[in-house]
């Protein structure tokens, strides 16, 4: 049995990550890069991916019990660094969808991807993968015209143990 952790916003955690994925989209814009997705031969602006991408940050530190930095400027970072790790989340909204989507080609392997599901208020960790596995875990493809990406079906994840990564966490951050 798959187990995960539910997480649920505030009203002020929603206003917090709202206003940064505003500004991680408008700094987006500003650089050239990201202003726009393609779907279905449309472009679309991608405000709400960085809003979601936003909540589901937020959703894991409150679920870790950790502060969120709320970095504006990390486009091509991690989310999180802890000592000789770091954690890269990876919000989908809903239920609908569950693969972990990793976009870059070579992920980072000392990088963790957390998959947050869920939309606002209510989200859940569903699992986790060092990057160093998504390629033997994954299927690389582009299924909908959004570009090519690593996927990994949520029952090829592991299962996040909350106490341990909790104590792993603390560890890092007291060293």
């Known amino acids: 049995m798959r187990i995960e952790h539910h997480v649920t916003l505030s009203t002020e955690d929603f206003k917090s990550a709202a206003i ?6 408008y700094r987006s814009m500003c650089r050239g890069s990201g202003n726009t ?9 991608d405000w709400r991916e960085h809003i979601d991408g936003c909540f589901g940050e ?3 530190a409150r679920l870790m019990s950790i502060d969120w930095p ?18 890269d989340v990876k919000t989908r909204p809903g239920i609908k969808w569950s693969d972990l989507i990793v976009r870059e080609a070579d992920p980072q392997p000392n990088t963790i991807y957390v998959q ?20 033997s875990r994954g299927l690389w493809h582009d299924p ?8 990994v079906s949520i ?13 792993s966490i603390a560890r890092e951050l007291s060293a």
């Open 37 to 45: 997705t393609r779907r279905h031969g449309q472009d679309q602006a």
């Open 144 to 151: 909908n015209g959004y570009g090519s990406a690593w996927f």
């Open 70 to 87: 709320a970095n504006i400027d990390h486009e091509g970072k991690p989310d999180f660094v802890f000592g000789q790790w770091s954690v």
């Open 155 to 167: 029952d090829r994840l592991n299962q996040l143990n909350l106490p341990q990564w909790r104590e």
């Open 58 to 60: 937020l959703a894991f």
């Open 116 to 135: 947050m599901l869920g939309a606002f208020p209510t989200f859940r960790a569903s699992g986790w993968i060092w990057g160093k596995d998504v390629a």
């Open 20 to 25: 940064t994925g505003i500004e991680r989209h």
